[in-house]
C-alpha cells in the first residue's frame, strides 16, 4: 500500500481527535471542563484547518484558521467563563439521560454518519474525503449534546460545537467557505453569544436557575 502524504495523515489524525473530544463533551458533566473541550475542539479545528491550507495550496484558508483560533479558542470561552461566574453556575449539572446510554447512542450516531458519507467520500477527489463521515458525526454528537442538556450554558456550547462540526464538514467537502460567508458566520456567533447572555441573566433573575425546565412551567401555567 502507498503511504498517505504526511497532510493527509495530520488531517486525519485531527479529525479523530475531533471526535474524541466530540465524546468527551457528550459524557462531560462539570461546566468548566466543557469550555475547555469546546476551546481544545476549536484549536484542533484551527490546525486542521491551517493543515488543509499548506496540502491544497488554498491561501483563504489560513485566514479561515486565524480566524477560527481567535473566536473559538480565546473570545467564545473567555465570554462562556465570564457567563459561568457572573451567573454563579453551579459546577456540576446532571443531563436527561445516564452518561453510557448517552455514549450509546452517540455510537450508534457515528456508525450511522459515516454509512451516509461513504457514497460521498467514494466520488469525492479533495485529501479531505476520508475525514467527511467525521464531520457528519461530530455534528450529529455535539446536537445529542445540546437536546439531552437540562441547563442553558452546556445547551448552548453543544450548539457551538456543532457549529464546529458544520465548519469541519465544509473544509471536508469543499476546501472551506468564502471568506465574507465566514465573517458573516462568525458575527453572527457573537451577536448570538451576546444576546443569550442577556437572556441568562434574564432567567436566572426570574427563576433563580438555568435550567430550562422552569421555562416549560411557565408555558404551562399560562
Do not use: C
Amino acid at each position: 500500500m502507498t503511504a498517505l502524504p504526511i497532510g493527509q495523515q495530520l488531517i486525519n489524525l485531527f479529525a479523530a481527535i475531533l471526535l474524541l473530544l466530540a465524546f468527551a463533551m457528550l459524557a462531560q458533566r462539570r461546566v468548566v471542563s466543557l469550555i475547555d473541550l469546546f476551546a481544545a475542539q476549536g484549536l484542533v479545528l484551527a490546525l486542521s484547518t491551517a493543515v488543509v491550507a499548506y496540502s491544497t495550496v488554498q491561501p483563504h484558508l489560513y485566514e479561515s484558521a486565524a480566524l477560527t483560533l481567535v473566536l473559538k479558542v480565546f473570545v467564545l470561552p473567555w465570554l462562556l467563563y465570564r457567563l459561568v461566574r457572573k451567573l454563579d453556575v453551579r459546577w456540576e449539572f446532571e443531563g436527561l439521560i445516564n452518561i453510557p446510554t448517552t455514549m450509546l447512542i452517540g455510537i450508534v450516531l457515528v456508525v450511522l454518519s459515516f454509512n451516509l458519507a461513504l457514497p460521498i467520500s467514494e466520488l469525492a477527489s479533495t485529501v479531505t474525503r476520508s475525514t467527511l463521515g467525521i464531520a457528519i458525526a461530530s455534528v450529529m454528537l455535539a446536537f445529542l449534546m445540546m437536546i439531552t442538556r437540562r441547563k442553558a450554558i452546556p445547551q448552548v456550547i453543544g450548539f457551538l460545537a456543532m457549529e464546529n462540526g458544520l465548519l469541519f464538514a465544509a473544509t471536508s467537502a469543499t476546501y472551506g467557505m468564502p471568506m465574507v460567508v465566514e465573517l458573516g458566520i462568525a458575527l453572527d456567533v457573537l451577536v448570538g453569544m451576546l444576546i443569550l447572555g442577556v437572556f441568562f441573566f434574564q432567567i436566572r433573575e426570574q427563576f433563580d436557575s438555568l435550567d430550562l425546565r422552569h421555562l416549560e412551567n411557565l408555558k404551562e401555567e399560562e
